[in-house]
């Protein structure tokens, strides 16, 4: 690897170690917004369900109370669904981190990749040279 390269080295180390980090809080941020769904999900179809079984038979009271039921149902799901949107914001957010942090670990690949190159390319046309050199010497003259 060249000096350059070289120097690059720990950087590019540091910058595919945040990229990893990131990739993991991408991970986990994914699995508690899928959870917050599930969970609002859930809520949904136990109002659904809660609310398509009333009896024809209750009492006043008992009606009144199953309204009031349904409105604390109805309040979790307003709750959740704004905890779902709160989780999609971190998701947008962590996701953002990880491109930025993708992308630099890419921009440093490239630039270590470009200083290996340089160094091949020096290193054939000293090659070359000392080929050149060495033919010249061969010819009679």
């Known amino acids: 690897m060249s000096s350059r390269a070289v120097q690059l080295q720990p950087a590019v180390d540091q910058a595919k170690q945040r990229t990893e980090e990131a990739l993991a809080q991408l991970a986990l941020q994914q699995q508690q917004l899928a959870k917050g769904e599930h969970q609002l999900g859930e809520l949904k179809r136990y109002r659904q369900e809660y609310a398509s079984n009333g009896d024809g038979s209750l009492t006043v009271s008992a009606l009144l109370n199953r309204q009031k039921f349904v409105e604390r149902i109805d309040q979790a799901i307003a709750q ?62």
């Open 80 to 141: 959740q669904t704004s905890e779902v949107a709160r989780l999609q914001r971190l998701l947008d957010q962590v996701r953002g981190r990880w491109h930025q942090a993708h992308a630099r670990e890419s921009a440093l690949d490239s630039v270590i990749e470009h200083c290996l190159e340089e160094e091949r390319q020096a290193a054939d046309r000293h090659e070359q040279a000392e080929i050149d050199e060495r033919m010249q010497y061969r010819r009679p003259r």
